[in-house]
């Protein structure tokens, strides 16, 4: 094998590898280290599914409160956040139509995560509307397609 044929394998396969490195090392110093045992305060008063445990969505805003501190660093409205995610999820459909199935991955992982973020953005700015809900659930769909 090539060594430009190892670069492209590598980049192909690198967010699987890499994402779910990171998901097992961050969980694992998550709830050995840094985990109280207290609900994280978004997370009080909701329900938990058998896949959704209460322990996993805990870790997964630990995980993503420093992107949501950016977000509101910068003033990023959730709409904004929900756009992103859908332009992103477009080019992701069109790099893997191309053949890219690497930067596909890669962005479809940055689109869910700012899929993850947009309602987060607009409860800490105090934004919540119902058509903010359905722009994004719109989006989503879209995005999805």
Known sequence: MHHSELITLWWHIAPLIILNSVFFISMLFFWLIFWDGKD??????????????????????????????????????????????????????????????????????????????????ARARRMESRAGSYYDAMLDRLGEA
């Open 40 to 121: 994280h305060p978004e997370l009080v008063g909701r329900t938990n599914t058998k896949l959704l445990t209460v322990h996993l969505k805990n870790w997964w805003y630990w995980v993503t409160t420093p992107l949501l501190d950016i977000l509101l660093a910068l003033r990023a409205t959730p709409n904004a956040v929900t756009t992103l995610g859908l332009l992103l999820s477009i080019a992701a459909g069109f790099a893997f139509s191309q053949g890219y199935l690497g930067t596909a991955g890669w962005l479809m992982i940055f689109g869910g995560y700012c899929d993850s973020l947009d309602g987060r953005v």
